[in-house]
């Protein structure tokens, strides 16, 4: 079984900064893609950015220039930096990664619980 747990979201002033993280654990062969996702309130999940193996990065237009994501290929865990954070980035965060587990020859993308975001005014 493979787990993916988010940490670090919460309250924050319009303008601030908050720091998401993701860890992983379970039976992981490898992992290609990680990433992060968000959903608000009456709105569809949407794509934050995203990560491969190999570091090569995407992130939606929302997050361009605000937004940082890295990763950690040795403890396998993937990191959302977020600054200047605006009222409209107030949204459920979730973590995603496409793993490989021990003994399976196909990758499969797993989601965390989530983690909420609320910015201020």
């Known amino acids: 079984q493979v787990q993916l747990v988010e940490s670090g979201g919460g309250l924050v002033q319009a303008g601030g900064s908050l720091r998401l993280s993701c860890a992983t654990s379970?039976?992981?062969?490898?992992?290609?893609?990680m990433g992060w996702y968000r959903q608000a309130p009456g709105k569809r999940r949407e794509l934050v950015g995203e990560?491969?193996?190999?570091?090569?990065?995407t992130y939606a237009d929302p997050a361009k220039g605000r937004f940082t994501i890295h990763r950690d290929n040795v403890n396998n865990t993937v990191v959302l930096e977020m600054n200047s954070l605006k009222v409209e980035d107030t949204a459920v965060y979730f973590c995603?990664?496409?793993?490989?587990?021990?003994?399976?020859?196909?990758?499969?993308?797993?989601w965390g619980q989530g983690t909420q975001v609320t910015v201020s005014s």
């Open positions: 995603t990664a496409d793993i490989r587990m021990m003994g399976w020859g196909l990758f499969s993308r797993y």
């Open positions: 379970g039976s992981i062969f490898s992992i290609n893609t």
């Open positions: 990560i491969t193996s190999r570091g090569i990065i």
